[in-house]
């Protein structure tokens, strides 16, 4: 099963064929195909009539006039495969049906079609494709009008031409070309901003990732690095319980690695399970805690991952800061919103003095889904944290 992968500072990321990105990746590049296909037709059809018009809007005798028509119609047809021999091709085509008056009208669509991808390749391109295109078709009209004598193809003499209405033929052509030229100009602009746009996003996506992974690893590590620091102080003053307290501190140590390699590879456990994991390490630390929660499953997977790590951050609060000995942690799911509440019987210091990771974070996981987090001081004594995060609707 193949894989795509996008790169960044960081290395490369791979993007699975069955993830969304690769239902992205399969939809678009689907209609890509299509879209390259119809404009082939597309080119196909102004080259065949191109041709055609010239040799049936002109009828003369003569296989010159087949191979003018062959020279600056059929190139059309490849473009946008090799833009710039196709325009050199048509430019000198362009230069014999003015000479020749062979179908300068439609000789001058020819010219700006040709030039359109030229033009859209750079702004350099662009500038030289319409000096080329003018100095071509406005240079080739001032000798035919200038001179006579020119072999023609029978062209009716009440159509405009270089000799019959020069002015009329050049300013017509030239707003054709300069025409052709600004639409490639605000194509290229526009597709120039749309990547720098996507590039910004890809930008902001890797940067919020990052910040993601930084968050969810110091609550993890964070997290057990507590439990295991309160083991570790039990086991130091009571000889007794060392044995255990060790036994402990290795689970917990085990556990915080599989929980760094679960964040890093963005399937952690976010169901009713996790939580009660949460609680039961935080029992082992010496924490009296009850959990009142219904099963998150039902739940979208991100608001799963929200409350799981805002519950975990509180009761790492809890054991740093709040000198408590009891905590009750409920999650209730109502119709359109999941609120939680963490309140500690402790000091009502729960907030580190600090803000870094901790609080901040969890606010910027409620935030994430529209949400709002307090944390403060209880009335009568303890430390609440109270989140409300409302559930997205399911598209019908």
Do not use: K
Not at 10 to 27: D, K, L, M, T
Not at 225 to 253: G, K, W
């Amino acid at each position: 099963m193949s894989t795509a992968r996008v790169f960044d500072a960081g290395g490369p990321v791979r993007i699975g064929p069955w993830s969304e990105a690769g239902a992205a990746h399969r939809h678009y590049g689907g209609h890509m195909t299509l879209w390259r296909l119809v404009l082939t037709v597309a080119d196909l059809t102004v080259a065949l009539a191109v041709t055609s018009a010239v040799v049936l809007m002109r009828p003369v005798s003569g296989w010159w006039v087949w191979l003018i028509a062959v020279l600056l119609g059929l190139p059309l047809a490849v473009r946008r495969r090799w833009p710039r021999p196709v325009l050199g091709m048509v430019l000198v085509a362009t230069v014999a049906t003015v000479l020749t008056g062979a179908g300068a009208e439609v000789s001058i669509y020819a010219l700006a079609f040709a030039a359109y991808p030229v033009a859209l390749s750079s702004a350099r391109a662009g500038r030289w494709a319409l000096g080329a295109a003018l100095t071509g078709f406005l240079g080739s009209g001032l000798f035919d009008a200038l001179v006579t004598g020119l072999p023609t193809a029978g062209v009716d003499e009440r159509t405009e031409s270089f000799s019959t209405a020069p002015w009329t033929v050049a300013g017509y052509g030239t707003v054709v070309l300069a025409g052709g030229w600004a639409l490639a100009w605000i194509v290229r602009n526009h597709r120039a901003q749309t990547a720098e746009i996507a590039a910004l996003q890809t930008a902001r996506a890797v940067a919020e990732e990052r910040l993601r992974i930084a968050r969810d690893v110091h609550d993890v590590v964070g997290h057990n690095l507590s439990v295991i620091a309160m083991r570790a102080a039990v086991a130091n003053h009571l000889e007794t319980d060392r044995q255990a307290a060790l036994q402990t501190i290795e689970r917990i140590s085990r556990a915080a690695l599989d929980d760094v390699r679960v964040v890093l590879d963005g399937l952690r456990d976010t169901t009713g399970d996790g939580l009660e994991r949460l609680v039961g390490d935080a029992r082992v630390a010496g924490l009296d805690v009850t959990l009142d929660a219904p099963d998150l499953a039902p739940l979208p997977r991100e608001l799963r991952t929200s409350v799981h790590d805002i519950v975990r951050e509180a009761l790492t609060n809890v054991r740093r800061h709040a000198d408590a000995t009891h905590c009750r942690v409920t999650v209730a799911v109502s119709p359109g919103e999941v609120s939680l509440t963490v309140v500690d019987d402790g000091s009502g210091g729960s907030a580190s003095p600090t803000p870094g990771h901790g609080l901040r974070g969890m606010r910027e996981r409620a935030a994430q889904h529209g949400g709002r987090l307090s944390a403060a001081a209880e009335p009568g004594g303890g430390f609440a944290v109270r989140a409300r995060l409302p559930i997205p609707a399911v598209p019908a």
